[in-house]
């Protein structure tokens, strides 16, 4: 599987700092790993199984 | 004489007990005080504590906890099971799923991780491997990832590299922009750009790096995908 990532955005800086769960880091891998290479991911893909959301774990676009 | 030892499952008085920490670290101070260092048992964050604002917590509580994090990475594993992309699970027998054997063959990109927590470690190559997922893991302090990761991708190869371990900000609500006021961050960064450097190559690498409080902004303009963001 070949990545291809695009640095499209960025979220402004804010002032705070949050808490992730153990296993944020490992399903973010684990989408991209299972993403099609023709497809974007982006936060709003996971966000709903993170600790926090969007607000936990940040990101560029890429693709899969 | 303290009476903590490391290895000892505490949490903050002053924070209500909301984190489990294991106590890594014992610093004996000038005025005969005693500092520890201290590592989310659940939660990838570090921090430091007086001894006199730490409760050694109740078996029963960290158990109950260690098995709600066991509970959530079974659920998670369930959930992704059920996915026909998953077609190579080894927790499909797990699960009581029946395997067949299909024509198409699913690749996903690989996965090199580098954990500073070996508990962590473990856990995270037991969630890959359930999910059939191509992953290499290996447990290496934050300090030391910039050190190995170019001869660690060099090695793998990978599409995706994770750098996790724990992190914190050292005096919170204060110095946002100040990368020493940060416990590991640092670290995250240079390994970060030392994958970037092997990355110039040609093959694209997307990156997962940081942890609890970590310095989003920096981690990013390092040229990292996917950092733990500011609130």
């Not at chain 1, 982006?42 to 990101?59: A, F, N, P, Q």
């Not at chain 2, 659940?42 to 109740?58: F, G, K």
Request: contains cysteine.
């Amino acid at each position: 599987m070949k990545l291809s990532c695009q640095q499209v955005q960025t979220l402004p800086p804010r002032h705070g700092r949050i808490m992730i769960d153990f296993i944020d880091p490992l399903i973010v891998a684990e989408r991209i790993a299972t993403t099609e290479n023709t497809k974007y991911l982006t936060i709003r893909d996971i966000k709903d199984e993170l600790r926090d959301g969007e607000e936990g774990v940040s990101r560029y676009r890429l693709h899969g | 004489m303290s009476k903590f030892k490391k290895g000892d499952i505490v949490g903050r008085i002053s924070y209500n007990k909301d984190v489990l920490f294991e106590i890594t670290k014992i610093i004996k101070t000038s005025n005969h005080k005693q500092i520890m260092i201290l590592k989310g048992i659940t939660e990838r964050i570090e921090a430091d504590s007086p001894e006199e604002d730490l409760e050694i917590m109740d078996k029963r509580i960290v158990q109950e906890r260690m098995q709600k994090l066991e509970a959530q990475m079974l659920h998670r594993i369930e959930e992704c099971v059920k996915d026909p992309k998953y077609c190579i699970c080894e927790a499909k027998k797990i699960f009581g799923f029946r395997q067949e054997r299909s024509n198409n063959v699913a690749s996903t990109g690989r996965i090199l991780h580098l954990d500073g927590d070996k508990r962590y470690s473990e856990k995270s190559m037991k969630y890959y491997r359930s999910l059939g997922l191509d992953a290499i893991v290996k447990n290496v302090p934050e300090y030391k990832q910039a050190q190995v990761v170019r001869s660690l991708l060099d090695r793998y190869e990978p599409d995706i590299l994770v750098l996790t371990g724990h992190d914190g900000m050292i005096k919170k609500g204060t110095g946002f922009n100040d990368i020493y006021n940060y416990r590991n961050s640092r670290h995250f960064i240079n390994t970060v750009n030392e994958a970037r450097k092997w990355n110039s190559h040609g093959k694209d690498l997307a990156i997962f790096a940081g942890a609890c409080q970590s310095y989003y902004e920096a981690i990013m303009s390092a040229g990292a995908n996917f950092a733990s963001s500011p609130r």
